[in-house]
């Protein structure tokens, strides 16, 4: 098989926009503010080396890419992607040999645009309607090697971190939804800390929906949530963080009224008071115990635990009154 030379670049930092602005560097022309700032590459395939000539501003370092067809496998140079944005590019700086081309390639490796002849002088080229760009590959045509001393992308990334994170609480359950403003390719992670920053448990992974229920909750129990989206081993940026409690504290006001004219009240979780609601139900049909014990956790005086009991068929009637409690 015919083997080419190429270098390949990924487009993927955190660097927005075209600054052509000259800095003080070693280059004759400034190739920096671009979106292959300092970005690393492997060359060679069974002994790896990691290079940063063509991407540190200085023309004055080079990599040597072998002919088009040679067998020593340095003719592949490699910069992983450190992260799983793609770009829009709107221009090149490319200092080379002639004789080399540019081919743009999306995050699956395929070519979607090339350029045959690119300006290798490190002149501010524009190129058009170039999406999806997650490599550059600089390919040596030629039957003898050539030098490649720089080069940079500019554009704007196209951020694939979810957004716009939002959750709601249910009974025993929280309900997220985000944002699908991310490549198609993409798949979700659902990520949930105790503590707001992390650290996070990934609950669930291999999404492609932009929704998703936890139903792994706990009364009592603050939750945080993030959710970044992924492709193989490259994941985003985390979505903004959404905060959930379950809250144990009283939220009814169970008022018992008793034969003779006694009236009983009661603070209850919401827990507690289906405790009780379930006992009364089951009594009234014709099972479970005759009295329903309720622990008091006010007025403990010197006592270990005080426990408080009303019988069924003493309870003439009883109110719900459901409050919000004081935060």
Not at 58 to 86: Q, W, Y
Not at 110 to 116: A, G, L, N, P, R
Not at 125 to 144: D, P
Request: proline share 3%; glycine share 6%; charged share 20%.
């Amino acid at each position: 098989m015919k083997k080419i030379t190429m270098v390949f670049i990924a487009a993927m930092v955190l660097l927005l926009g075209v600054n052509v602005v000259p800095q003080k560097s070693f280059a004759a022309v400034d190739f920096s503010g671009g979106l292959l700032d300092k970005l690393k590459a492997a060359q060679g395939l069974n002994t790896v080396i990691i290079r940063t000539q063509l991407t540190d501003n200085d023309e004055t370092t080079s990599i040597s890419l072998s002919a088009d067809g040679s067998s020593d496998f340095n003719h592949l140079i490699r910069v992983p992607l450190v992260r799983v944005d793609v770009a829009s590019i709107t221009g090149y700086r490319l200092k080379a040999a002639t004789g080399v081309q540019l081919e743009f390639c999306d995050h699956t490796g395929k070519v979607i645009s090339t350029i045959s002849n690119p300006d290798v002088n490190g002149n501010l080229s524009a190129v058009s309607n170039l999406n999806g760009v997650a490599y550059v590959q600089i390919h040596n045509v030629q039957s003898t090697a050539r030098d490649v001393f720089e080069i940079n992308l500019y554009g704007t990334l196209d951020h694939n971190t979810p957004s716009d994170l939002v959750a709601i609480k249910g009974e025993n359950k929280v309900t997220l939804s985000w944002k699908e403003d991310v490549a198609s390719y993409m798949k979700f992670r659902v990520k949930r800390a105790t503590e707001s920053g992390g650290p996070y448990i990934t609950l669930a992974e291999d999404l492609t929906s932009k929704s998703y229920i936890d139903t792994q909750v706990t009364e009592g129990k603050t939750y945080y949530y993030v959710i970044t989206s992924y492709y193989l081993d490259r994941e985003s940026l985390p979505s903004n963080e959404v905060k959930i409690t379950f809250d144990t504290s009283p939220s009814v006001l169970l008022t018992l009224y008793i034969s003779g004219g006694l009236i009983k009240e009661y603070d209850l979780s919401a827990v507690e008071l289906r405790d009780f609601l379930d006992w009364y139900d089951a009594k009234d049909a014709g099972t479970g115990p005759a009295k329903y014990a309720f622990t008091k956790s006010w007025n403990k005086g010197p006592f270990k635990a005080r426990t408080e009991y009303v019988i069924f068929d003493k309870i003439l009637t009883f109110d719900v009154d459901e409050y919000d409690p004081v935060q």
